[in-house]
């Protein structure tokens, strides 16, 4: 009987064995799907997409991220709409009622509700990243892009733009392009805290657009 139960032990030791061996091997072939996210894995867990464009006025902010936006579907967010949609007033009002100051206080209280959002495109005014800690926190809240133009495309943009812009209102041509390189050399220190930047040249027409926009999905690395 002893002999008997050593050697059913023995049979059920290899079968066991045989198993594990069977098992791993099946395992080992099952492929994962292309897509697979290993949840363990906390590297896996995706932050919200946030692509804040900075720049001086005219660089092209607005136009590239509608057009990037369209690209993605993904909402687009120009902070100066915003703050008027929200405010009920136009921005050249709040600088009237508020001066710049006021208005810049109600700048940042509104970048910090929109830089909120997920998965967005954000456009900010060309003074946004320039005061209080805005560039830091648009750092910390998502890609920062500043969008590099010479001051000869900025006024070029500025020339075709029919928004209105309250710091070059009683300006002739003469004293627009002296103030965009003075403001500019100010400003720049403040733009190049920025993650990336894209250099970017007149977009008068719709394929100079879209080549920044491709430009900008290349540098992105957001693939088609």
Aim: glycine share 6%.
């Amino acid at each position: 009987m002893l002999q008997s139960q050593n050697g059913r032990n023995k049979t059920e030791k290899a079968s066991s064995v045989e198993s594990k061996k069977y098992l791993s091997t099946t395992y080992e072939r099952v492929d994962r799907p292309p897509n697979f996210v290993d949840m363990t894995d906390n590297k896996a867990e995706k932050r919200p997409l946030r692509i804040i464009l900075i720049g001086y006025m005219g660089a092209g902010k607005t136009t590239v991220g509608k057009a990037l936006s369209k690209e993605l579907g993904i909402p687009f967010y120009d902070l100066d709409w915003y703050i008027e949609s929200r405010m009920y007033k136009t921005v050249k009002q709040i600088f009237d009622e508020k001066g710049e100051d006021g208005f810049r206080k109600v700048e940042q209280a509104m970048l910090h509700e929109v830089a909120e959002f997920e998965n967005v495109i954000i456009s900010c005014g060309g003074g946004t990243p320039c005061f209080f800690d805005n560039m830091d926190y648009m750092n910390a809240q998502g890609e920062t892009v500043y969008l590099k133009a010479v001051p000869e495309v900025l006024h070029g943009h500025l020339v075709m733009g029919k928004s209105v812009r309250p710091l070059l209102l009683n300006k002739t041509p003469e004293e627009v392009d002296v103030f965009i390189r003075e403001q500019l050399k100010l400003r720049e220190p403040f733009y190049t805290k920025a993650k990336y930047t894209l250099d970017v040249s007149l977009m008068d027409n719709y394929e100079k657009i879209q080549l920044s926009v491709e430009k900008l999905r290349h540098l992105l690395n957001i693939e088609n």
